[in-house]
C-alpha cells in the first residue's frame, strides 16, 4: 500500500508525524519517534517574547504589555520557565537535524512583524528544513478591526518568506471572520502550508486567591470536528498543503482528516499520553483499512470528502447547521 504524500514540498513515506510539542527536547525520544516511524519532526515553538528578552531584556520585552497594569508582567514565563533560550534553541534544531533523517520543521511562536523574525533566517541556517509560524493572538482591543488582525497574519509572513527560502506554514486558529478569505491572503502571501488549528488554552479563575490560572488540557477526538470542516472547505481551494493537528488519535481519526484533504497529520496529545510507538500503530491501522476498502493508494482517499468532491457538499455548509438541529429526538 502507497501511504505516501507531499507536504511543504517533501516527499514523505506517510502524512504522520508530531505536531509541536516538549517531545524534542530529549534527543533519546527524537530517535524513538522516528523509530516508530515519524515521516517529519515538528520542533516546538520558540517566542517572540523570548527572543526580544534576549535582546532588549525582560522588562523591556514585556512593558507594552503592561503599561495597564503592573501585574501583567507576572502573566508571561520567567526567563528560567522557557523551555529553551534563543540560543539553545538553534542548538537543538542543529542536533536533531544531526540525529534524524527526516525533514525537522522549526517553529516560531509571534504575533508582529518586527525585528525578531529574522530569526527565521538563524533557524535555517541551523538546518531546519522548513518553518512553521504559530501566530498565536488574541483580540482584545474593541479599537482594532477584523482585518487589521487578519493583517497581522498576512504581515508576519510576508516578513518571513523574505528572510527565508525554506519552505513557510501559518498554523492558524478558527478564529477569524472569514477564514476562507484569510486562507486565499496567505496563500498569495507565499504561504506553502497551513496548518489547522492552533488550541486556545482558556484559562480558569480561583476564587479564592482572585487569579487567573493556567490550565493544560491535552485534546480529545472531539476536537477533531471543526479541522475536518474546514480542510474540507479549502482542500482544492488553494496552493499551500494543508496539515492537521489536534483531535487525531487513531488511524480513523488521521483517516478523516485525509480525506477532508490533509496532506499532514499531526499527533502530539496521544503520544504524550502512550508514547511514540502510537506512530507505528496508526500507521499500521490506517493502512489495513485501506486494504480492506481496496484503496490503491492513500492520495486514492486525499481530499475525497471535501467540499469539492464530497457526494453531499451542502453537510459543509448551512445544510448541516439545520439538519443538525432537527436531528434530536427525545
Not at 518586527?114 to 535555517?124: D, E, M, N, T, V
Request: glycine residues 6%; negative net charge; charged residues 25%.
Amino acid at each position: 500500500m502507497d501511504l505516501s504524500t507531499r507536504y511543504l514540498g517533501f516527499h514523505l513515506p506517510h502524512p504522520l508525524m508530531p505536531g509541536a510539542s516538549p517531545l524534542v527536547d530529549d534527543l533519546d525520544m527524537v530517535r524513538r519517534l522516528e523509530d516508530a516511524g515519524a515521516s517529519a519532526i515538528v520542533l516546538h515553538s520558540l517566542f517572540e517574547e523570548q527572543i526580544e528578552a534576549e535582546e532588549h531584556g525582560y522588562w523591556s520585552a514585556t512593558e507594552g504589555p503592561a503599561n495597564t497594569f503592573a501585574e501583567a508582567v507576572t502573566y508571561f514565563p520567567q526567563n528560567d520557565e522557557y523551555r529553551t533560550g534563543p540560543g539553545d534553541y538553534l542548538e537543538r534544531v542543529r542536533r536533531i537535524r544531526e540525529t534524524v533523517g527526516v525533514p525537522v520543521i522549526a517553529s516560531l511562536n509571534g504575533t508582529t512583524a518586527a525585528g525578531w523574525l529574522q530569526h527565521a533566517r538563524l533557524l535555517q541556517e541551523a538546518g531546519a528544513h522548513a518553518l512553521e509560524l504559530n501566530v498565536y493572538y488574541v483580540a482584545t482591543d474593541p479599537d482594532e478591526t477584523a482585518d487589521a488582525v487578519e493583517q497581522r497574519v498576512v504581515d508576519v509572513l510576508a516578513a518571513v518568506k523574505q528572510a527565508v527560502a525554506i519552505p513557510v506554514a501559518v498554523k492558524l486558529s478558527p478564529y477569524y471572520s472569514s477564514f476562507a478569505r484569510l486562507a486565499r491572503r496567505l496563500d498569495e502571501a507565499g504561504a506553502d502550508g497551513l496548518v489547522v488549528f492552533n488550541r486556545f488554552y482558556q484559562p480558569d479563575i480561583d476564587v479564592e486567591q482572585l487569579e487567573v490560572v493556567p490550565r493544560l488540557a491535552l485534546s480529545s477526538p472531539h476536537e477533531l470536528l471543526p479541522r475536518l470542516r474546514w480542510l474540507a472547505i479549502l482542500s482544492g481551494r488553494v496552493r499551500p498543503s494543508l496539515a492537521v493537528t489536534g483531535g487525531v488519535h487513531d488511524a480513523m481519526g488521521a483517516l478523516k482528516a485525509v480525506m477532508a484533504g490533509a496532506h499532514a497529520v499531526q499527533m502530539v496529545s496521544v503520544l504524550l499520553r502512550e508514547g511514540p510507538e502510537v506512530l507505528r500503530r496508526v500507521r499500521d491501522d490506517l493502512e489495513r483499512w485501506l486494504v480492506e476498502h481496496e484503496y490503491e493508494s492513500l492520495r486514492q482517499a486525499q481530499g475525497s470528502m471535501s467540499l469539492e468532491r464530497c457526494p453531499d457538499p451542502s453537510a459543509f455548509e448551512r445544510g448541516n447547521y439545520m439538519r443538525v438541529l432537527q436531528s434530536w429526538r427525545p
